[in-house]
Nanobody, 115 residues
């Protein structure tokens, strides 16, 4: 079993930056790719970024390309999401997801970008 805890959310002005972290417990974390999703009020949860288990392959939603960077440190069992040039439309709860077939989810961290 893997438990995921997100942190790093907050209130930031448009154009600012935030770094989200997903801390994982469980020795099998490095066996799985990890994803970030987000959900804005009244909207469906959407994919943001993913990283392979060894960190060599990353994928981004179009909305975050060039602004977001996902990385992982398997030694510290942490996956981070660096978000730059934030926009009000990035406002959402951000969730970390990992495990076999994406079985595990964190509780989410709120990101609010003011205009």
């Amino acid at each position: 079993q893997v438990q995921l805890v997100e942190s790093g959310g907050g209130l930031v002005q448009a154009g600012g930056s935030l770094r989200l972290s997903c801390a994982a417990s469980g020795r099998t974390f490095s066996n799985y790719g990890t994803n970030w999703y987000r959900q804005a009020p009244g909207k469906e949860r959407e994919f943001v970024a993913s990283i392979s288990q060894n960190g060599e392959i990353t994928t981004y939603a179009e909305s975050g390309k060039g602004r977001f960077t996902i990385s992982r440190d398997n030694a510290r069992t942490t996956v981070s999401l660096q978000m730059n040039s934030l926009k009000p439309e990035d406002t959402a709860i951000y969730f970390c997801n990992s495990g076999p077939r994406g079985a595990y989810w964190g509780q989410g961290t709120q990101v609010t970008v003011s205009s």
